[in-house]
Each structure stands twice: as structure tokens, then as C-alpha cells.
């Protein structure tokens, strides 16, 4: 069976338990025999400030369903509050709400944050470092030549890691978030290093660091868009403001 199969296969076991569901499409008898839907393997975890998280298994690796949202350091330290312009400014590790934004999903952190010795993940987990996110992308069918790259890479794998339908991202045309992976990637946007809110902003862009440097002034990160169905990978400036998962130790 070729990718698009698979991919086709995957695609309606998610979705048909859905529209059965909500009574969008009946069945009223079949003799094949009818295949179950994808069942994923799920967890919770917890912050240092008791916020609960769902986790989820997607091939060896157990990630976050949700975006960091704590303000307090591992080791109980408080993160700074970068919210008003002027700390965002600051050189010092950072966390803001999308434009103080309450439906805004989970907190930005500045890679500073991220790369705190103070420790931003909770305990028995760390931040995703760009080889965490190639071998998720790998398992969703990605290939190591395409990981490798910068930029726009894959097919349809952003779409697979995206929230399904549009609560989480605006609809574009034909361009559909179908969540195959159990990833549920929200559009979260980003804030620059002057301060500014990205734009568009929440339900068209989402943004994740990685815990990987490229050099001292830069890092990895992933992103990805409402119109677009694959992942871009590329490393800027450490002082963005962007979303954060964890992968378990």
C-alpha cells in the first residue's frame, strides 16, 4: 500500500467515529468486516504549580497534547513576567500570554526560558530538542532527507500534528487540520524580539521552540500555518516569544 493509502486509511478511521457520532452518516448494516479506529495511548502529567497536562504516545516517544503554560521553575524559582514591552526587551529569561489573551493556548516563552538551568520542564520530562522533533515528524511518515531540511518540509504532517477541524485553526480553502497523530497543535502565534504580537496571531499560527541552539544567538524551532499542510523548521532570533511542549525522559 502506498503513503497516500495509508495516509487516506488513517484519515477516514479518525474521522468517520466522529460523523457517526454526531449523526452526520449512518450505517444501517455491512457485511465486511469494519476496521476500529485508531486508538491512541494517553496519560497526564503535572507542573511544579499542579497544572495537569495530557500526554500522549506517538511511536516511542510520550509528548505533551498541550502547551507549557507554568510560571514557575522546577526548582521553584519564578519565571520573570515579560508582559509589558519593556521587560520583554529585557535579556533575561521571560514568559507573556498571547496579548493578554485568556482563550490564548498555553504561555510564550523566550528561549532564554527554555534554556534556563533553573529547569522549565516539569520533573521527568524535558523541552523537545530538534532531534525529539525529526523523529516525531519521522513517525508520521516524514522522510530523514526532508527532516534534515529548513524551511517548508514534508506533505501533510503539520496537518496530522494540527488540532482537528477549525476550533484551533481558521479555515483556508481545502486545507484541513486532521490531527492523525493525537499531537493537537493550537495556534498559539508568537511575539518578537521588539515586543510586537505576531500577526496573524491566535487560530493561523502556532510556533514551538526547540531546545536546541544554533549558535549563540540563535535556536531551532518549528512553525506552522493555517493555509499550509507541512512543518518548516528553521532557528532565529532567542528572544522571540514562542509556545513550548515537553517530551517525556
Not at 11 to 40: H, Q
Amino acid at each position: 500500500m502506498n503513503k497516500m493509502m495509508m495516509r487516506l486509511k488513517k484519515y477516514l478511521n479518525f474521522i468517520l467515529p466522529l460523523l457517526l457520532m454526531a449523526g452526520i452518516i449512518t450505517f444501517s448494516g455491512c457485511d465486511e468486516e469494519e476496521e476500529s479506529p485508531i486508538v491512541y495511548e494517553t496519560s497526564t502529567m503535572m507542573d511544579i504549580e499542579s497544572n495537569v497536562y495530557t500526554t500522549i504516545k506517538i511511536g516511542n516517544q510520550w509528548w505533551m497534547t498541550e502547551n507549557l503554560r507554568v510560571t514557575t521553575f522546577r526548582n521553584g524559582q519564578p519565571i520573570p513576567n515579560g508582559q509589558l514591552d519593556q521587560d520583554w526587551t529585557d535579556s533575561s529569561a521571560a514568559f507573556c500570554l498571547f496579548q493578554n489573551d485568556p482563550v490564548a493556548p498555553g504561555l510564550l516563552y523566550n528561549w532564554l526560558a527554555v534554556a534556563s538551568a533553573n529547569g522549565l520542564a516539569p520533573a521527568g520530562w524535558h523541552i523537545a530538542t530538534d532531534e525529539d522533533w525529526k523523529e516525531l515528524e519521522r513517525s508520521l511518515g516524514m522522510s530523514a532527507a526532508d527532516a534534515d531540511k529548513s524551511g517548508w518540509r514534508g506533505t501533510t504532517e503539520g496537518n496530522e500534528l494540527k488540532l482537528f477541524g477549525t476550533t484551533g485553526w481558521s479555515p483556508y480553502q481545502d486545507n484541513w487540520p486532521t490531527n492523525e497523530s493525537g499531537f493537537s497543535a493550537d495556534a498559539g502565534g508568537c511575539r518578537l524580539p521588539t515586543a510586537v504580537w505576531g500577526q496573524p496571531a491566535l487560530f493561523a499560527t502556532g510556533f514551538w521552540w526547540t531546545a536546541s541552539p544554533r549558535d549563540d544567538d540563535r535556536a531551532y524551532y518549528r512553525y506552522l500555518d493555517y493555509k499550509t499542510a507541512n512543518v518548516y523548521r528553521s532557528a532565529d532570533s532567542k528572544l522571540y516569544g514562542f509556545s513550548v511542549r515537553c517530551v517525556k525522559d
